[in-house]
């Protein structure tokens, strides 16, 4: 380590800027950011103010005469920016007066240099590689910034903001430490990250006992979290932060392993879904699971495909958890439909040609004899089917009783965003037969004039089109 971070007030005295152009202009709103009083010597004579009004702008003094002989008396530092030979001779004044300086791009002629940024209000993050690769570091940060709750700053604020109290409450040292713990680990912690502030204070002003909530059993909760369609990278920013802090995830077989990998290495993994052929624990038993695990402190995560609360029976289970008291909150996922859309390129609503969307589920012959299909004949929607391939052919005869053209375009979009996956596509007349040609599930059927626009459609006009030529001919 060359370079030991350290975070500067900038409130108590003036920094000096030297230097022009657009890097100077970044430069001076980071320091108004950070509450600076800048003095500003422009080296090319321009004190270009564009972009920088207001509040901030009343802090910036625009210097004249020459930087080299300025008074340095309560200077905190010295910013030199695209200087020249200035920024050299500034950065020999700073150091013969001690006052820390900073040359842009130039460690040898720095006393200081600037990280990478990761600025949440009261939490800043600061990434430095010793001036050696300032692209290391901003990509470092943009991990980061993936990893941190957006609200991460409003936490320390809100905790900052009872500190004196609490901690005027608790004598003992390790005592106030897990007092705190529990609150940012807790559901007051998850509160306060769902910018719910003034339930979180509500909470935390109501526990009566301090040293006994921060002795007490850890407080669980549950997180019903979509996993998307299958592919790992549609996971959401917040889906994977909750499967890195869960103790145990609850996961449908739908979930693949490459998504469950994305879990706490340690976490407990438990499947309680369905698998073909075979019948799953039952709803009950995993809604009992959850509370279970709530109640004996863990952070649970309940993993489902797609979204939760499509065709997941996710309603139930929040509603089973309300009703025991349990903590939890819901991580929606990018559901089937979405996925298969993007991968094939299916406009599920299109200008002027399908103006509704329809999500039904026919998973037997018997659910989709229970549909009611005159409510879908409106040929500028688009209807996708879930858990539909057993019912293909019940799909087809209730589209076609109720006045839908044969000839409206389907899809059928197996394992979307899978490495494997497979569309077949065709008329709904013949949607059993495509149903048919799809080697394994799951796939969702989509019927609508939007599926002509689809790739794997295009495709195959392009393929058919030589031949459709040959018989014009
Ligand atoms: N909650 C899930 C749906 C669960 S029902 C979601 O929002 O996506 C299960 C059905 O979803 C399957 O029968 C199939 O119709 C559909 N499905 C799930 N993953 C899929 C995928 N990768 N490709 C196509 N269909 C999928």
Redesign the pocket.
């Known amino acids: 380590m060359r370079f030991l971070p350290i975070f500067l007030d900038l409130h108590e005295g003036a920094v000096l800027l030297v230097g022009g152009g657009e890097l100077v202009r970044a430069k001076l709103r980071l320091l108004i950011s950070a509450g600076a009083q800048i003095r500003w010597f422009a080296t090319d004579g321009n004190h270009d103010m564009r972009g920088l009004d207001g509040a901030g702008a009343a802090r910036i003094e625009l210097a004249v005469g020459d930087p080299l002989t300025a008074d340095l008396g309560g200077v905190i530092a010295i910013f030199c920016a695209n200087a020249g030979d200035v920024g050299v001779a500034m950065s020999a004044r700073a150091k013969a007066a001690g006052v820390p300086v900073n040359v842009m791009d130039d460690v040898d002629h720095s006393t200081f240099i600037f990280p990478a940024i990761v600025d949440r209000g009261d939490v800043v993050v600061a990434v430095g590689t010793g001036g050696s690769s300032p692209v290391v570091a901003r990509r470092l940060r943009e991990r980061i910034e993936a990893m941190l709750p957006a609200r991460i700053g409003d936490l320390a604020g809100f905790i900052g903001s009872f500190r004196k109290s609490i901690n005027s409450r608790i004598a003992a040292m390790p005592l106030r430490r897990r007092f705190w713990e529990r609150v940012i680990d807790g559901p007051i912690g998850a509160l306060v990250l769902a910018g719910r502030g003034a339930e979180a204070e509500q909470a935390l002003t109501g526990i009566a006992d301090a040293c006994a909530y921060a002795d007490g059993a850890a407080e669980g909760r549950v997180t019903l979290v ?1 996993a998307g ?2 592919d790992p990278d549609l996971l959401t920013v917040k889906a994977l932060r909750a499967l890195q802090d869960a103790d145990v995830v609850f996961h ?1 077989e ?1 979930v693949s392993p490459e998504i469950l990998d994305r879990a706490r290495r340690d976490a407990q993994r438990i499947p309680v879904g369905r698998r073909i052929g075979k019948p799953g624990i039952g709803q009950a038993a995993i809604n009992r699971l959850l509370i279970e695990a709530a109640k004996s402190g863990q952070r649970a995560v309940r993993l ?9 029976r ?1 309603g139930e289970e929040v509603e089973a958890l309300r009703q025991a008291g349990i903590a939890y909150s819901v991580v929606p ?5 979405l ?2 859309a993007a991968q094939f390129e299916v406009p599920l609503t299109f200008r002027h040609e399908a103006l509704r969307i329809t999500f039904l ?1 026919a ?1 037997k012959a018997k659910d989709a004899e229970k549909v009611d299909w005159s409510a879908l004949t409106d040929e500028k929607m688009t209807i996708v ?5 057993t019912a293909a052919a019940s799909v087809r005869a209730g589209l076609l009783a109720a006045g839908r053209s044969p000839q409206t375009p389907v899809g059928v ?6 490495p494997d ?1 497979q569309a077949e596509i065709g008329t709904l007349n013949e949607l059993p037969a495509l149903v048919e040609r799809v080697d394994r ?5 989509v019927i609508g004039d939007v599926v002509a626009h689809s790739a794997p459609w295009r495709r195959n006009l392009n393929l058919m089109l030589p031949e459709l030529l040959e018989a014009a001919e």
């Open positions: 979509g369609p299958g449908d739908l489902k495909g797609g979204d939760a609360f499509v065709f997941g996710g996922g990018i559901t089937a439909a996925g298969a589920t998973h089917v879930y858990m539909g391939m979009f197996a394992r979307a965003t899978l996956a599930g799951p796939a969702i059927l």
